[in-house]
Each structure stands twice: as structure tokens, then as C-alpha cells.
């Protein structure tokens, strides 16, 4: 933060940067905002930190050092020489600013200050509290690494770069809302990621104007991308860093948000939330075999329900050989109805799941299963039919390998049943059509949202289709607009 105001300046006087220091963060009132007197070769000094975001071991050490000074070793310029002589710690800065300074306290650095001096010395003995990498649950897989992002963004930088040691990964640093102070990392490889998408992403960080982020990168995303009401996801996240760093080499950008395990991945197609590291974690063949059948079941998730209601409302669309799929009968509740109503069941299971403790998760699943259901078609509020469409519904939504995508896909699933259900074949192919007019006009990032479909790449396009063997895939994706555009050398 720059300023011109004197009255913002480190004082030369300690009893003013005290006062300053204590009157904005509230030394006496949090037990947490700490301050520690220093007597530095009879120079009058203070330390002063956040107690629990510093690493105890470091700071010991260089009290230790500190207090073995003799006032000939300060002397003259003692900011100085202690910055570059005495404190034997790489991570250290001299600011001249108290706004400045405030926010690396708040960020977790220690801040030291000498009397008759206009400069303080910032160290970066900050560290947070911090749980192990794990898999995350929602991208597991049969084989691979077991480890992912966490909390804490500098792990997740560290975890990225193990995989991406080229000289030109760039990790640029953004601090973002007035009072939260969260620290955002844009991440690419120079010489691979196009410098306009980069540069458009970097604008609009930088024009973020919010108290804080309390949610994080959820936060982020709903600044930078223009079209909010859009129901379909316009980035990618992924907590897995092998899947961050794959998406770094095809010329895609990272946006890490400290205190979230999520990375966002820009700019995402529809195609990139259909795909999942599992694909490639086995061979070819059953690469494509597990590809397709996620396809089979996004497609399921989405239309088989209004397609069986559409046919069950006009029987006449049956050829006489399948006219055994229509319920035989439909009971005392319509059957658009009980769809919406199986619908809605199933969305409040999930979310009861998500609140249920562990232990008591499977027997949730069998209260919902056996009693609700069972007894639901017993009593005639359900068909079976309605049941069987609608759990095969529900396994189509968890099978798809982007969580945003089948929310969104569980909303275009309502949606295709309240036309159908009041229209029926009007409404369910005018569904269709805006369906697709609206995946036709999205873009994410400039990149459009069907690509390589629309507009037709061929080599795109059977990446999408095919999984194909990596010695195969010499090029990046051709939306990306990459500055490289080769991933196998051409000889």
C-alpha cells in the first residue's frame, strides 16, 4: 500500500508506532495481537506479531540472536545491518509504511522495530495451522497419487510446482478484499498460456473491490466471471494437483485462493467438466470404455426422466414393441407429479446426507430406501416405474465427474420435466432448443463453452470422444490460443 501521508510513515519515535500499532489492531484487547520489548545493544526495540500464526522454533532462534548484539554491531544504520548482517532468516523486508506492515502482521509476519529509526524489518516467520494432504473425496481414484490440495495456499503452490519444474511456472500474488486481506495466486507457465487470457484474468482480480472473500474461491469466481446467472459453470476446480498441473501444460491458468482446498481452473469447456483423471489412470481402451459410459450418464442424469414422461403422456410416440415401458398403472397422484416429487426426494436425501454424521449415513440410506420407498408405492403415491427412472437419475448425477456440472444439470432436469410435464412434445423438444442455445452462447474466458464442437475442431474433437494415447496428443488445444503449441517435439 503507498501513501504520502507523514502521519502513515514509520516514526522515528517507538512510543508512536506502539500507539499506532495498538490503537488499529488492538493490542490489550485481543489476546492474540502481541508485542514484545527488545533491548538491542542498549537500543530500545519491540517485536511485534499475531500470536498462533507464527513459528515458535524460528522466533526463538532469532531472539536468540538478537539479544547476543552489541551495540557497536548496530552501529551505524542498524536497520541495515541487521537486515543483512544479523538476522539470519532469507525471508525478511524493510518497509517504511505502518499500513504496509499492518497487513504482513495480519498475514502472519513479525514486525520489528528500533527506536530513532524511520524503518522496520518485516520477517516472515508466519505459519498455519494446516491438516496433511489427503485424496479429496469427491476426485478419488482406483489408481494414483493419494494426495491433494489443502488449506493452506503455499502447501498447494509446492504441491503444484513438484510437477511443474519449469523455469517459466509463474506464481504471481494478489491480495484481495479491504478487511479479509486474502491472498490469491494466478498461476501459468510463461511460455505456454496465452498472454491476453492471462492479462484478462489478472484485470479482473485486480478490479475486486469487496470487504472480504468469506467463501473463498466461490467468492472469487462470482467477481471475474460476467455472466453470474449463468446456470452452467464456466470454471473447473479441482483439489488434486496432478489434474492442476496437467491442465498448466495444455495452456490453462490457476487462480489459488488461501484457505480453500479448491484451484480454480480457467477457462473450462463443457468437455473439461466431463472428463476425470481416472481415464487416464488406466489403459486406452478402458480409458474410452469409462469416458463414454460417463456420457451415457450425464445424458441419463438430464433426459431420461422427462423422455420416459414425455412417452408415458403420449403413448402414441411408442412403436408397438416398447409399448411395455409406459407404467401399467399410475395411481391416484398424476405422474408429473410424482416425478417432481422424486425429484425434490432425492435432492433433500443428499442433503441430509451431507449433515448426517458418518456413522449413521448407511442407516439414512436405508430409512430412504426401504421405508420411504417401499412403503411410497405401497400406499399408491408412487408407481415403481417413477421410482426405478428416478433412482437411475440419481446415479447418472453422481456419476458425473464435475460436482458443479451436476448441480447444474439437476436444475436443466427440473426444469425438463416442468415443460414436459405441461406441454408435453412442445415443451420438451422448445426444452431441447434452449437447452442448447444456451451451452451455444456461453463462452468461459473468451473460450466457447462447446469447443471443439461448436465451433468444429477436428483433432479437438476426437480428444473428447476417443481418450487418446499421450504420445498421440502432439498439440494443445487450439482454443487455448497456447504460445506453444506443441506438447510432443516435432521431427
Known sequence: MKTSDPSLKVSSKLSENRKYLTEKLG?????????????????????????????????????QKLTQITRTELCPHPIQKLATQKIAYMELEVFTELPAIIDEVLSGQMALFLEGEKEAIVIDTRTYPARSPEEPDTERLTRGSRDGFVETMMFNIALTRRRVRDPGLRVEGIR??????????????????????????????????????PMAEKSVEEFITLNRWNIFPLVRYTERPDVAAQHLFEGHVLIMVDSSPAVMILPATLF????????????????????????????????????????SLQPEFLPEALKFIG???????????????????????????????DPLTTALSLIAALLIGQI????????????LYGGMVAVGMFATSSWELSQANRLVHLFMLLVTGLFKLPGFVAGIVLILLRLITNNSFGVPYLWPLIPFNLQGFFSVILRQPLPFEKRRPAALQPTDEDKVPQK
Request: aromatic share 10%; net charge neutral; no cysteine.
Open 27 to 63: 493490542a490489550g484487547e485481543s489476546i492474540d495481537v502481541l508485542t514484545k520489548d527488545l533491548d538491542l545493544g542498549g537500543k530500545k526495540g519491540f517485536l511485534f506479531y499475531i500470536d498462533g500464526l507464527t513459528e515458535g522454533e524460528v522466533v526463538a532462534l532469532i531472539l
Open 176 to 213: 484481495l478484499g479491504r478487511r479479509s486481506k486474502t491472498d490469491v495466486a494466478l498461476v501459468y507457465i510463461k511460455d505456454i498460456a496465452d498472454p491476453k487470457l492471462v492479462d484478462n484474468i489478472r484485470g479482473r482480480l485486480q478490479r475486486i473491490d469487496v470487504d472480504g472473500l
Open 272 to 311: 473439461h467438466h466431463l472428463q476425470h483423471a481416472e481415464e487416464y489412470r488406466q489403459n486406452i481402451l478402458s480409458g474410452i470404455y469409462v469416458r463414454w459410459i460417463r456420457f451415457f450418464a450425464v445424458l441419463i442424469s438430464v433426459f431420461l426422466a422427462p423422455l420416459y414422461l414425455l412417452v
Open 327 to 357: 407404467p401399467q398403472k399410475v395411481g391416484k397422484i398424476p405422474l408429473f407429479v410424482q416425478f417432481i416429487f422424486i425429484h425434490f426426494g432425492i435432492d433433500l436425501i443428499r442433503i441430509a446426507g451431507i449433515h448426517t454424521p
Open 376 to 387: 411410497a408405492i405401497d400406499v399408491g403415491i408412487f408407481t415403481p416405474e417413477v421410482l
